[in-house]
């Protein structure tokens, strides 16, 4: 058997919930022991999907992120349970034993991805099972990525996906907990605005932008509507130049630790 | 492996149907009418649905006999998946059939007395009691005989259009006229063509006919703007929202391929909509309903700047020398200058000129997909015709040039055109059948009383059939008329009607000797029809019988208050004495439904057999669904066919409803009727339960758009009176040369004897924000508000301090700021019609000075024509028309306030409203129908 990833590429999300809806389609009121017992109606969420609004108006983006457990290979949760729950299958695939679990709630402490619910009727430890029952059975993919119309999330043998894998980056990397879920595209941070010249009431087109910070330096110019986009930019402390037709203006302490920054619109 | 860039296929992964001990097949849309999309396949086990799931075509084909169509653009190549994509309520439709808001057996109100006190003024107030099957449907046709002795056939208004689940048989709307169109006739309400009102009544009269307003024909729009188009300018539409109910989820896979294949996409609404939330390479806000004056200080710069096709003008339009003259302020004295729509709009003026000139210098097409701020308002044809105006500028059909309902039309067709003699190609598309291949025609050739019986029901959306006409937009105006007062109207609003109809003054109570449309007729060699008066003559006849005002409503569509103008006086006019008996039927328990005398328990598509076309385009590939019964009948239910047969039944009409045959009859029948057993014998269909059309090898033939007319105008020419875009239409000029409202050539209407709703209105003091009501992302209209699992999006519904679900208002954070307001707290959004309560979520998707609930959800009235707690924003919209003479809704950008509900106030209300405040209610889905329920099982 093929070890699987989940490779999830975060420029093809539409925030549809396709997928989060798959997950409590198969789960809710499905009992697929012993891979799973039901996940309650709501409020528990094996697959969730976050959403972000980045930026004002009008220099605004919205991200979204499935977000699920990470079927980690160095699975906190599985050396914390007392009773020996978890297990890790020959894919890769994590699974809490619902007969074994006695509901302790240590993994839900100590999982550092918020992954796993507590079901207080069943009075266990409930997480994303990979959707081992189906794989089990002949499936290629996931409810959540079967459900997925833009491809957004794939399950792909490890073998297949190298390349993606390569370009890939995971979620908290520095705790060594080596998860099996790769994210594609993850924004960082903008900084952007849109340059004016309020006395010929028009945008200026071609201003020159030099951002320094992070020990790094980077450049755009305006383009027709006079905007200027800085995008995939660490949390950092910036500063900013602006020159156009022999005029310039300057921005300092620019914070993208915070949030990401649209310095509005800027008459030079 | 390449990155994961919009893989064009991975067949050959069919899952298998894990657990279930019977698999079946259903198109899971929720537009309704004669063709369906989404299929999807429905795991069963023990009578229960264990999951719903995309349809993986090649499951039980090859998928290299589907001949994939593929398109490419900077290298980067685009096709079909081999599975179906549909929109996450379609996956979560367990949720609906499984509702506790289910009508769970047939009621009676409790104080309805048909042969006592009908107590009227109680309706959507006094609850139900259970009554049988029997007993309901003796008391029905009882009341329909009385109708029909004392005031007549026409006395009977069916309330049977709109969208709606997809079946074929059991017709979710209309299966009632197929009864009274046997027993005299009824009065039809002709649905608005809401959703794109700016378009059928201004477009049209700019381009001729075009499909429900739009541009046609509108063939191969796809493949062009792959190709062709550089700049995409999508005004108000959603193409991550609307087309969900339609076609799914394919649009936007399209418009990632376009975004990472290079065209430019600049979105200019109110609010961040979820489309340009991640496709926008550029979001300009512009304030609610402003869209005229930032397209006519386009106009005026590319006047004044001359960088608009002056050839193609004056070979291709005519009007442009009054338009120019408006602009330039010959007409009225004000110059629309940037500077002068940037007061209005509140976008910069020099964004204003920027875009201007971006669009001047690209190959443009203007992108929809219905719905938005931009063409449901007040005055919506006057951005509609302006926009045909800025398109016809730059020469409307050029290559990349066009008006784009986003794969809604012009995608790859499939053989039923060409190897199966539809003949699409050589047909009229102004007539409007270019959104789907394949068509019913054949059906009414081979067995007309089949066609007949299936397509009736799915009538009263395009087409003003019923012997008596009221628009859907002044149902309440005609009932207010009483019995001696006459209503009058121009034209109709059905779907397909031509132009010349909305010159038409049509009367309710129906007058002899008024005009009404001759179906099959009027139409010349060409398909086309001449527009001068005389063709008024040959087109329509005269009719030789007198109407009678409406005492019984039917309805199988109960949602007027949330999705009609002017809701909270739709409930209260529901209530007049004259409207003597009101029926319907319904699987839920909501809206309108409660306003009902006698409810009847109607099903879903999972509990009927059915039969499905999913032939539109704006899918991957079009099918053909056998849709077997999943699950048993939820409750006391039947189908709504069923539900009428039961009534026909106590009338002795059964056999003119049924035509004598089965379901599975009826099947077999649509299946040959429409060729086909010609692709798939019917044998392997019923094995198999679906069948995929292949793509035709000749679909690129067609010609893009209006491609033809922009290569040759004279041999090619538009369906309007000079043949040429009007700029200024000569029927307008001829019918309405003083309407201030629509006026012949468009212009910037601050406001009108019909609506007062911009923020130089004196009303704006009091109501300072404008509200955009958009089609919802989380429902189709009022369908599906009770799935738990879409609520828990970020914008799915906000839970109060209270437990309870509010319809989310987006609101700025300077105006939620200024007024207190945090995100999750409960607000009142409200006018001098009502107060509706939202959740407030405080987000920089919208504008500053615009707020933002989306339309439909369900009523929950606390007080009767004043406060609801459910967030139907409908229930304050303005009650007029689009204009005067133009007879669509005005359902969004109007004026409101938002403000914070204090504990004391809520308390207040709770103190005095107890019963409405305590009604039952599921912390998942919501309302309950218990809480109507006052007598439980007989």
């Given amino acids: 058997m093929g070890k699987k990833v989940f490779i999830v590429d975060l420029s093809l999300c539409n925030g549809c919930h396709s997928c989060h809806i798959g997950c409590k389609d198969e789960h809710v009121a499905n009992d697929w022991s012993p891979i799973a017992k039901p996940m309650p109606e709501i409020d528990h969420f094996w697959f969730k999907l976050q959403e972000k609004v980045r930026g004002t108006v009008p220099k605004v983006k919205v991200a979204y992120r499935p977000h699920f457990c990470m079927h980690c290979d160095n699975a906190p949760c599985m050396k914390v349970c007392p009773v020996g729950a978890k297990y890790k299958r020959d894919d890769g695939l994590v699974i809490i034993d619902p007969a074994k679990c006695t509901g302790c709630r240590k993994c839900i402490e100590i999982c550092p991805y918020d992954a796993i619910y507590f079901n207080r009727d069943l009075n266990i430890a409930q997480k994303c099972t990979g959707c081992a029952h189906l794989i089990d059975a002949g499936w290629k993919e996931t409810r959540c990525s079967d459900n997925c119309p833009t491809l957004c999330i794939r399950m792909m043998d490890e073998e297949d996906a190298k390349d993606l894998i390569a370009q890939a980056e995971v979620l908290k990397p520095e705790l060594g907990t080596k998860p099996r879920v790769y994210y594609l595209h993850m924004p960082k941070k903008f900084i952007a605005g849109t340059v004016f010249d309020p006395v010929a009431d028009e945008v200026h087109i071609g201003a020159e932008c030099t951002l320094t910070g992070g020990g790094k330096t980077y450049k755009a110019t305006s383009d027709h509507f006079g905007d200027f986009w800085f995008e995939d930019l660490p949390d950092a402390e910036f500063s900013l130049d602006i020159k156009v037709a022999g005029k310039s203006k300057a921005f300092t302490g620019l914070d993208t630790a915070e949030a990401d920054i649209n310095l509005g619109d800027i008459a030079i | 492996m390449s990155e994961n860039k919009n893989p064009v296929a991975t067949p050959g992964t069919a899952p298998p149907p894990v657990g279930a001990d019977k698999t079946v097949v259903k198109a899971v849309n929720l537009s309704g009418g004669i063709f369906g999309a989404c299929p999807a396949h429905v795991d069963v086990k023990d009578g229960k649905v264990i999951r719903i799931r995309p349809l993986h075509y090649d499951s039980k084909y090859d998928y290299a006999s589907f001949n994939p169509w593929e398109m490419e653009r900077n290298g980067i190549k685009f096709g079909p998946l081999s599975k179906s994509v549909p929109p996450p309520w379609g996956l979560a439709y367990k949720k609906r059939a499984y509702s506790p808001n289910r009508v769970p057996y047939p009621m009676k109100r409790v104080d309805w007395d048909p042969n006592g006190e009908r107590n009227p003024q109680n309706r959507g107030s006094s609850k139900f009691e259970r009554i049988s099957w029997d007993e309901a449907t003796d008391l029905i046709a009882a009341e329909i005989k009385r109708m029909h002795k004392e005031y007549g056939p026409l006395s009977i208004l069916l309330q049977c259009d709109g969208h709606s689940e997809s079946k074929l048989i059991h017709a979710p709307h209309g299966c009632s006229t197929l009864l009274l169109d046997k027993m005299g006739g009824f009065t039809q309400q002709v649905r608005n063509p809401d959703s794109w009102e700016g378009w059928y009544w201004g477009a049209k009269h700019v381009w001729g006919k075009g499909f429900i307003g739009n541009m046609a024909p509108a063939e191969n729009l796809v493949v062009d703007m792959t190709e062709n188009t550089e700049l995409l300018v999508v005004q108000g539409g959603d193409l991550e929202t609307t087309p969900w109910g339609f076609r799914g989820q394919f649009a936007s896979r399209l418009m990632f391929f376009w975004q990472k294949a290079g065209m430019e996409q600049v979105y200019i609404c109110p609010d961040l909509n979820y489309s340009a939330a991640v496709h926008a390479n550029k979001w300009i806000p512009v304030l609610p309903n402003t869209d005229a004056a930032l397209q006519l200080a386009i106009i005026y710069t590319w006047v004044t700047e001359g960088t608009y096709d002056k050839e193609y003008v004056a070979t291709h339009a005519v009007g442009m020398d009054k338009i120019e003259d408006y602009v330039l302020g010959k007409v009225d004295g004000v110059v629309k200058t940037p500077k002068w ?316 409803v049924t035509i004598g045959r089965t379901v599975d009859q009826y099947i077999e029948g649509v299946y040959k009727g429409m060729n086909f057993d010609k692709i798939t014998p019917w044998e392997e269909f019923q094995e198999k339960d679906y069948m995929v059309i292949p793509v035709s090898k000749n679909w690129r033939s067609l010609p893009a758009g209006l491609y033809e007319f922009y290569k040759d105008p004279v041999a090619n020419p538009l369906p309007t009176p000079t043949g040429k875009l009007e700029f200024c239409s000569t029927n307008l000029q001829k019918f309405f040369p003083n309407d201030e409202e629509r006026p012949p050539y468009p212009q910037w209407i601050e406001k009108g004897i019909t609506h007062d709703e911009r923020l130089s209105s004196d009303r704006a003091r009091t109501y300072p924000l404008l509200i955009i009501t958009n089609h919802p992302r989380w429902r189709v209209h009022a369908q599906a508000d009770d799935i738990p699992w879409t609520k828990e999006a970020m914008t799915g519904k906000v839970r109060g301090y209270d437990g309870y679900l509010y319809e989310p208002c987006w609101i700025n954070p300077q105006d939620a700021e200024a007024r207190g307001i945090k995100t999750g707290d409960i607000v009142k959004v409200f006018n001098e019609r009502g107060i509706v309560l939202c959740g407030a979520l405080v987000i920089e998707r919208i504008m500053p000075g615009a707020v933002s609930v989306d339309h439909g959800a369900r009523t929950d009235i606390i007080i009767p024509g004043k406060l609801d707690r459910g967030g139907a924003i409908n229930l304050i919209t303005p009650k007029g028309l689009t204009s005067r003479h133009a007879g669509g809704q005005a359902t969004t950008s109007f004026l409101v306030d938002v403000q914070r509900v204090s504990m004391e106030e809520m308390d207040c209300w709770r103190k005095e409203y107890p019963e409405q405040f305590g009604r039952e209610y599921d912390r998942a889905s919501g309302l309950r129908s218990s809480a109507w329920v006052e007598r439980g099982s007989k």
């Avoid at chain 2, 020469?395 to 008006?403: D, E, F, M, S």
């Avoid at chain 2, 409660?594 to 059915?610: F, H, M, Q, R, S």
């Avoid at chain 2, 704006?618 to 009948?633: K, S, V, W, Y």
Wanted: hydrophobic share 30%.
């Fill in chain 2, 341 to 656: 729509a940037a007061g209005k709009t509140g976008i910069p003026s020099y964004t204003i000129k920027a875009l201007a000139r971006r669009w001047a210098t690209r190959a443009t097409t203007v992108g929809h997909y219905f719905g938005g701020g931009y063409i449901r308002g007040p005055y919506a044809t006057e951005p509609a015709r302006l926009e045909c105006i800025l398109l016809g500028m730059q020469g409307l059909g050029k290559p990349g040039q066009h008006h784009a309902q986003i794969a809604y039309m012009g995608m790859p067709k499939n053989i039923t055109w060409d190897q199966l003699n539809y003949d699409i190609a050589n047909s009229d598309t102004s007539k409007g059948f270019q959104e789907y291949s394949g068509t019913f025609e054949t059906i009414k050739e081979k067995d007309p009383e089949l066609h007949e019986r299936i397509f009736n029901p799915h009538r009263g959306t395009p087409q003003a059939w019923g012997r008596q006409l009221i628009p859907k937009t002044l149902i309440e105006e005609a009932i207010k008329k009483g019995t001696d007062k006459y209503l009058e109207f121009w034209g109709t609003g059905g779907h397909e009607e031509e132009p010349i109809d909305q010159m038409i003054r049509y009367t309710y109570p129906a007058k002899k000797g008024d005009l009404r449309y001759t179906f099959g007729h009027g139409f010349d060699k060409a398909g086309q029809l001449q527009h001068d008066e005389r063709d008024i003559d040959k087109t329509y006849h005269k009719i030789d019988y007198d109407g009678v005002p409406i005492h019984m409503v039917w309805t199988d569509t109960p949602c007027r208050q949330t999705c009609w103008g002017d809701g909270f006086d739709i409930g209260m006019t529901i209530r007049n004495p004259q409207i003597e008996f009101v029926l319907a039927q319904h699987p839920w328990l909501e809206n309108d439904c409660i306003y009902a005398d006698i409810v009847l328990p109607t099903n879903t598509y999972l509990e009927v057999d059915d039969v499905m076309p999913c032939v539109r385009d704006g899918e991957h590939f079009q099918t053909m669904l056998n849709m077997r019964q999943a699950i048993p009948p939820v409750g006391d239910s039947k189908s709504d066919f069923e539900a009428v047969v039961e009534i026909a039944k106590k009338l002795g009409k059964e056999k003119e």
